[in-house]
């Protein structure tokens, strides 16, 4: 079992003219594998911002508080050592990368997680690569086209959950994977995600609305407003949300903001 900590983490970000503008205002979150938690909250209240700074987004600065992976602090780390240590963020490769096909990235992303001596084998990726894209209504030819180039919208978020599947992280910060997709490809995503599940499977979602976690039932569901978790609970409280709006429960706690 592996577990995340984030702990009461305070993150700035640079505006314009050198200013500083704290955006997380001591979050603190506990996960393990096994289980899924979702994060919803409304726009600009710092979700991505929370996603970016685990992964190790040097945009944000940690100026309080801490990450820990297994107990240990990761916030020392670049991103890509996160990623081989178990983390994943869902569009952490948004770039096109001309001369790199999606296959051959997938494959190197795989061997980067794995000692030298133990290099996953052509036959066995494709063997995996065949399974996935099946599992995720994919054709072949997605794979051999290069990285993320022409690739529409909902074929980036499919793929994304493609890297997630062949590059089995301990746990997947996964933001607005939902946003922009119609119901059958929400429902493709989602059989994605939800055949990862399981003890050495954990999850982050992230999503404005609480549709795809009729999908994905998270164990977990968090609320964050002004960068700060106001509220957590099982799935019913996203049902909650959705019927009574985060005004609802703005009122309830008697926040102003
Ligand atoms: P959410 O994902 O909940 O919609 P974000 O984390 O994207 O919220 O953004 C929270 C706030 O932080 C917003 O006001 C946004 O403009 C600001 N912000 C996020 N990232 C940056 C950045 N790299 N530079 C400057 N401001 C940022
Ligand atoms: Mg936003
Ligand atoms: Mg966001």
Not at 37 to 45: E, K, L, S
Not at 114 to 140: C, G, T
């Amino acid at each position: 079992m592996a577990t995340l900590e984030v702990k009461d983490l305070h993150v700035e970000v640079k505006e314009e003219k050198d200013q500083t503008r704290e955006i997380l205002k001591g979050v603190n979150l506990t996960m393990k594998t096994g289980e899924i938690h979702a994060i919803m909250g409304p726009n600009g209240t710092g979700k991505s911002t929370l996603a970016q700074t685990i992964m190790g987004n040097s945009a944000y600065h940690v100026t309080q508080g801490d990450i820990l992976l297994n107990g240990d602090s990761i916030l020392g780390m670049p991103v890509d050592e996160r990623a081989r240590k178990g983390l994943f963020l869902g569009m952490q490769y948004p770039a096109e990368i001309k001369g790199v096909t999606n296959a051959e990235f997938l494959r190197a992303a795989i061997n980067a997680r794995r000692p030298e001596d133990d290099q996953i084998s052509v036959m066995a990726f494709l063997k995996e690569l065949d399974k996935n894209l099946e599992l995720l209504d994919m054709s072949k030819e997605m794979t051999e086209r290069y990285l993320n180039e022409g690739f529409s919208g909902g074929e980036k978020k499919r793929n994304e959950i493609l890297q997630l599947l062949m590059i089995k992280p301990s746990f997947a910060l996964l933001d607005e994977i939902d946003s922009g997709l119609d119901i059958d490809a929400l429902q493709v995503v989602s059989k994605g995600v939800n055949s990862m599940r399981g003890d050495d499977f954990g999850s982050l979602i992230i999503t404005h609305y609480q549709r795809l976690l009729n999908y994905i039932v998270p164990d977990v569901v968090h609320v964050m407003m002004d960068g700060q978790i106001v509220k957590s609970g099982d799935a019913d409280l996203a049902k909650k949300l959705e019927k009574e709006g985060y005004a609802g429960l703005r009122d309830e706690l008697g926040l102003h903001v």
